[in-house]
């Protein structure tokens, strides 16, 4: 099992930056997909950016030019920076990994752009 835990949520300002952490349980060394996802009030969860264990990389349109995801295998740990947030960023942003054919879910943090 692996179990996940997202950090770096809050209230930021339209054009404002925050970086969101998901801290793994254990080594995320050999983990080939991890990634970030959202769900805004009343949509569905939707892809943000993924990752794999090579470095590759792949965005939402929405997310493209504004966000980028990395990760740190020595600390195990996924990054994803966000950059010139807008309101229609504002969700609960959860990371997810898929591990011996499982996924495996944090419990999401809130992220709040303000127009």
């Known amino acids: 099992q692996v179990q996940l835990v997202e950090s770096g949520g809050g209230l930021v300002q339209a054009g404002g930056s925050l970086r969101l952490s998901c801290a793994a349980s254990?080594?995320?060394?050999?983990?080939?997909?991890m990634g970030w996802y959202r769900r805004a009030p009343g949509k569905q969860r939707e892809l943000v950016a993924t990752?794999?264990?090579?470095?590759?990389?792949n965005y939402a349109d929405s997310a493209k030019d504004r966000f980028t995801i990395s990760r740190d295998n020595a600390r195990n740990t996924v990054y994803l920076q966000m950059n010139s947030l807008k309101p229609e960023d504002t969700a609960v942003y959860y990371c997810?990994?898929?591990?011996?054919?499982?996924?495996?879910w944090g419990q999401g943090t809130q992220v709040t752009v303000s127009s």
């Open positions: 997810l990994t898929r591990y011996q054919l499982n996924d495996y």
């Open positions: 254990r080594s995320i060394f050999s983990i080939d997909y």
């Open positions: 990752i794999t264990s090579g470095g590759s990389t």
